[in-house]
């Protein structure tokens, strides 16, 4: 069984919509979640983290955690074109441990 | 603002060849962290190293596989004999609270 699951995309989404993004984990002991943005190339870069339920809003990205559902997701508002990258989701199991990662979601903003 | 930083960006080396990749973490980060990525594949964990130690390695960080702090500044992955497989993207992490910021990466191909 996967531990971080992601629709590996693409997604698909004009300039100006919201862009969402999910993932689910399959450890329940899973305390910290990530996400970052990988450009083709380069290295995966943070933009989120999340370690309660609810939402996180920081500008356009807004976190939202489930931990019953084992659900984590990451929504793009307003999106721009120079947001096309691909959305790795993270987990860890304890505290400043090993990140396990995803497959990542391909997101593409038209313009 | 402080960053990650690897060299080499690429590396070609012969299989069965002896390669050190070198990484200068954040520097008043506590915790660093070697992970992988294959083209085309997911971020994979090798190895944490916390107070002069290995704290945590996965399968994949077999005896080829050595890391080492030399000084007060780098952190190093030694590969002693190459492989075609070892072939992928390398990445330095570091921490200091929760969140894990990675550099650029070294490309390392192995002919």
């Known amino acids: 069984q996967k531990e971080v699951e992601q629709n590996s995309g693409p997604l698909s989404v004009p300039e100006g919509a919201i862009a969402s993004l999910n993932c689910t984990y399959s450890?329940?002991?899973?305390?910290?979640f990530f996400w970052y943005r990988q450009y083709s190339g380069k290295s995966p870069e943070l933009i989120m983290s999340i370690y309660s339920n609810g939402d996180k809003e920081d500008g356009r990205f807004t976190a939202q955690l489930n931990k019953a559902s084992q659900y984590v997701s990451l929504l793009i508002r307003d999106s721009q074109p120079s947001d096309s990258a691909t959305y790795l989701c993270?987990?860890?199991?304890?505290?400043?441990?090993?990140?396990?990662f995803g497959q990542g979601t391909e997101l593409s903003v038209k313009p | 603002e402080p960053e990650v930083t690897q060299t080499p960006s690429h590396q070609v080396t012969q299989m069965g060849q002896e390669v050190i990749l070198r990484c200068v973490p954040i520097s008043n980060h506590l915790y660093f962290y070697w992970y992988r990525q294959i083209l085309g594949q997911k971020v994979e964990f090798l190895v944490s190293f916390y107070n002069n130690e290995i704290s945590e390695k996965s399968e994949i960080f077999d005896d080829q596989f050595s890391v080492e702090r030399p000084d007060g500044s780098n952190f190093t992955l030694k590969i002693r004999s190459t492989k075609l497989e070892d072939s992928a993207m390398y990445f330095c992490a570091s921490r200091l609270y929760n969140e894990q910021f990675f550099g650029p990466g070294t490309r390392l191909t192995v002919l």
């Open positions: 450890d329940r002991v899973s305390q910290s």
């Open positions: 993270a987990v860890n199991h304890n505290q400043g441990g090993k990140l396990i």
